[in-house]
C-alpha cells in the first residue's frame, strides 16, 4: 500500500477544515501507519478512528487536527497531553512545540508509545504512567493541555496545571457523546468555546469518571 499518497490525500481532505498549515503539514510528514496495530494498518488514513488494544482507540485524523490547531501552538510551548494511547497526537504534538508531556494509565500503552516515539526519534516527549491526580503536576505549569479522553466536566485539577493565558482543549458530555471544549484560564476567570461534536472514550479518574462505577480496565 501506497502510505504517502494515502496521508497526502487524508491532508488535501482535512485542508477544507482544518487551516493550520502547520499542522497540516506536521500530519503530512508523521507516519499514522505505525501507530494502529497491523491490522488496521491500511485503514490508517482513512478519516476515522480505529481500535488499538485494550478497548482504547486512535483518535480520528480530523479530530487530532482540529485539537492542535485549537491549541494555537507557536514552537515554543510546553504541553501536557492526558491521554497518550497509541502516541500518535505526542508525535503530532512534538512535531510543533518544545516539549511534550504525556501521561497514560494503561502501563502497556504508554510502553508501546515509549517506544514508537523514541523510534521515531522524539527526543522532546516524556511518557508518563498516570497517578492519582489527573494530568502531571510534577511539570506544570503547562502553555497548553490536551486531554483525549471524556469528563463529565473540565476537571480542576488540570484546569491548575495551566499557565494563565493557556487553553485546554478536552472533550466534555456523557459517556457517550460529548462536545469538543475549549478552556482559556484568564486571571480570575475561565473563558469557554465550543468546537463541536465528538466521541473519545472514558477521562478514568478523580475528578473525571470514577473507575468503581463502570467495568473498566
Ligand atoms: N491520543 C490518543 C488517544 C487514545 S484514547 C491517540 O490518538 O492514540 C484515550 C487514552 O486515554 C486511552 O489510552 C486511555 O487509557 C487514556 N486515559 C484514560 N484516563 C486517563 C487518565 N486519567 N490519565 C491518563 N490517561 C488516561
Not at 65 to 93: C, D, P
Amino acid at each position: 500500500m501506497d502510505f504517502k499518497r494515502a496521508r497526502a490525500q487524508l491532508i488535501e481532505h482535512l485542508r477544507t477544515e482544518i487551516k493550520d498549515e502547520r499542522v497540516l503539514a506536521t500530519m503530512a510528514s508523521v507516519p499514522r501507519e505505525l501507530f494502529v496495530t497491523p491490522e488496521q494498518r491500511h485503514l490508517a488514513y482513512e478519516d476515522r478512528p480505529l481500535p488499538i488494544t485494550y478497548e482504547q482507540t486512535i483518535s480520528q485524523p480530523f479530530i487530532v487536527a482540529l485539537m492542535t490547531q485549537e491549541l494555537e501552538l507557536h514552537g515554543k510551548e510546553k504541553v501536557l497531553e492526558i491521554g497518550t494511547g497509541s502516541g500518535y497526537q505526542t508525535a503530532i504534538l512534538a512535531e510543533l512545540v518544545q516539549s511534550v508531556v504525556t501521561v497514560e494509565r494503561l502501563e502497556p500503552l504508554a510502553k508501546a508509545a515509549k517506544k514508537i516515539l523514541a523510534e521515531l526519534g522524539y527526543q522532546n516527549v516524556s511518557v508518563h504512567l498516570a497517578g492519582e491526580i489527573l494530568g502531571w503536576p510534577e511539570g506544570a505549569p503547562y502553555d497548553a493541555i490536551i486531554a483525549t479522553a471524556a469528563a463529565p466536566a473540565v476537571p480542576a485539577d488540570l484546569l491548575a496545571q495551566l499557565a494563565i493565558g493557556g487553553s485546554i482543549v478536552i472533550p466534555v458530555g456523557s459517556l457517550h457523546q460529548q462536545e469538543l471544549c475549549k478552556f482559556t484560564r484568564r486571571k480570575g476567570k475561565t473563558h469557554v468555546a465550543y468546537l463541536g461534536g465528538c466521541r473519545f472514550v472514558a477521562l478514568i479518574g478523580k475528578g473525571a469518571w470514577e473507575k468503581e462505577k463502570r467495568k473498566l480496565f
